[in-house]
């Protein structure tokens, strides 16, 4: 299955799962990661980086179990 694009977050900051290449070959995502703050209307980026399907679906799941919870879109 094609990976779709998801959201979680622990209050504080937020991560974004964004499809990338996707082809029978190779199979990435792009990781987003913001920084909620109280002050400002919008998160703050903070890193953009290419991960893997098989790293995307191992941190998703680190995430959940730490109680990060998935969100609407942040941005």
């Known amino acids: ?13 937020a991560l974004q799962f964004l499809p990338g290449r996707y082809d029978r070959w ?30 995307a679906i191992k941190l998703w799941a680190e995430k959940r179990r730490e109680g990060w919870q998935p969100c609407p879109p942040q941005w």
């Open 26 to 55: 190779s199979q990435t995502l792009e990781l987003i990661v913001g920084e909620l703050l109280s002050d400002q209307p919008v998160p703050l980026l903070k890193r953009r980086q290419q991960i893997s399907r098989d790293q």
């Open 1 to 13: 299955l094609s990976p779709q694009q998801g959201w979680l977050s622990d209050g504080r900051h």
